[in-house]
């Protein structure tokens, strides 16, 4: 495959997010909906692609839809390689607060995301037990499905797209991608239902009335006087392109994490791995560790870089971008195939997730959140459903004058959170686990943190008085 094809591939998805942005402001349904543009691509590309529109036509006319064979091809290998730009960029120019700090503040946002995070574990795990194993013959490794794809998302779920594969398990690919899909609209859309009833029965102190959401945050398009720069430049253009350093960054990162899970994979080999005949890191994929390069290299800059040569701004438009044609590529190339063959734990994985989603979020966002529990929660709802963007974008537009303490707590959990779930170690590690050691110690795991953290959210964090 040539180099033209996969500039050509890339170029194609771009062009569909721009179309998908042009849908979304002409549908007013898709502006109150809140749906992300790459969703809307996404779903575009898979109606014009080989799963829909190749279906419909006969004689081998239009296989692949309005695309070719080479361009779908690379747009299935892409976000795997996404999702390290994504994680890499986690922590780069993220400074970190004061421990007491994070722990005051973020604390109930790390109880309450971890608590949901094990619990779709341990649910997860029970109906694969009791019904997709038995009945529909899955694999036991399903029981991490709800948890890869509603808390991890498209990223997570791609990124695992190898280690699906080499356990077994490649139909895990597709019911993941499909059910991210599921829990980014069930977070979107659930969430604005929650939102507008937050306004209406008070539960909200910052959002009165579902009419104060704004023509911008329904539109997505910024007026003149409220734009904002994406980025500062740091360095000049004539010694190197401020862009182009971050994105140098953001490729240390990726490699030292490469360096990283090499050498685990060397040691586990060298050690327990051939005398216990168990092998976990050689099935993990990269981008946990690029995550873990990324606070490497975030630690070195803190100590050495005097010239604060990093914008934190710059890298999240790098990470925007990366998680938009991820997003989009996962969709275009998602079977459904797979998923028709496999519908009822399909809709069974997707039912049980959404409603343990909904039932933590209001059951135990007032009982372990002491103030502005709404705000602050309906952010780990819209994490737990997709991905932290569509948390952020929940709560902003319920706080949209930041004047709760939601944002920076949603922030500082993510120095707690995301290096272990939602993406991290234990995510990347799950279905190698059940795999390895059965899925009945894995769920008796997973129940004991639960209840872990359900008792430390709401024995402590619930009875903390008011923030400062």
Request: hydrophobic share 55%; with cysteine; aromatic share 12%.
């Amino acid at each position: 495959m040539s180099l033209q094809i996969v500039g050509f591939a890339i170029i194609i998805l771009a062009a569909l997010l721009v179309i998908g942005k042009l849908i979304r402001l002409k549908i007013p349904i898709l502006q109150k909906l809140f749906l992300p543009t790459s969703l809307i691509g996404g779903f575009l590309a898979l109606l014009l692609g080989p799963e829909v529109l190749g279906r419909l036509t006969t004689d081998g006319f239009l296989d692949a839809g309005f695309f070719t064979e080479d361009i779908v091809e690379v747009w299935t290998g892409l976000p795997e390689l996404l999702i390290n730009i994504v994680f890499a960029c986690l922590f780069i120019g993220f400074v970190l607060p004061k421990p007491k700090k994070m722990w005051k503040i973020g604390g109930p946002q790390i109880a309450l995301g971890y608590t949901i995070s094990w619990a779709q574990y341990a649910a997860g795990i029970l109906l694969a037990l009791t019904v997709l194993t038995p009945l529909f013959g899955l694999s036991p490794a399903a029981g991490a499905l709800i948890e890869i794809s509603f808390v991890g998302g498209h990223g997570t779920a791609a990124g695992l797209q190898s280690t699906f594969e080499e356990l077994g398990f490649s139909e895990g690919y597709d019911l993941a991608i499909g059910l991210a899909t599921a829990g980014i609209l069930s977070g979107v859309v659930i969430g604005m239902i929650m939102v507008n009833w937050a306004a209406r029965k008070g539960k909200s102190q910052t959002l009165h009335h579902p009419d104060e959401i704004s023509f911008e945050q329904q539109t997505g398009i910024i007026n003149k006087e409220h734009r904002e720069s994406a980025g500062t430049k740091t360095t000049s253009p004539l010694s190197i392109e401020p862009f182009a350093f971050h994105l140098g960054l953001i490729g240390i990162s990726i490699f030292i994490g490469y360096v990283l899970l090499e050498a685990f994979i060397w040691l586990e080999a060298a050690t327990y791995g051939s005398a216990l005949d168990i092998y976990l890191f050689e099935y993990v994929p990269l981008f946990p560790f690029a995550m873990i390069g990324g606070i490497i290299v975030q630690i070195f800059l803190s100590r050495f870089d005097h010239h604060e040569l990093v914008d934190r701004d710059t890298i999240n438009t790098i990470q925007g971008v990366a998680l938009d044609f991820l997003i989009i590529s996962a969709m275009a190339s998602l079977s459904l195939q797979v998923i028709g063959a496999n519908i009822i734990p399909f809709i069974l994985l997707a039912v049980v997730g959404i409603a343990l989603n909904i039932f933590l979020f209001l059951y135990l966002g007032p009982r372990m959140i002491p103030s502005y529990w709404f705000e602050r929660g309906i952010g780990d709802f819209g994490q737990s459903t997709g991905v932290a963007a569509t948390g952020i974008m929940l709560m902003r537009i319920v706080d949209p004058e930041n004047k709760s303490p939601a944002l920076n707590a949603f922030g500082y959990k993510q120095i707690l959170f995301e290096p272990m779930v939602g993406g991290g170690l234990v995510t990347a590690a799950s279905v190698p686990f059940i795999i390895q050691f059965g899925a009945i110690p894995v769920l008796i795991a997973v129940i004991l943190l639960t209840t872990a953290f359900w008792l430390l959210g709401t024995l402590y964090f619930g009875k903390m008085k008011e923030f400062d």
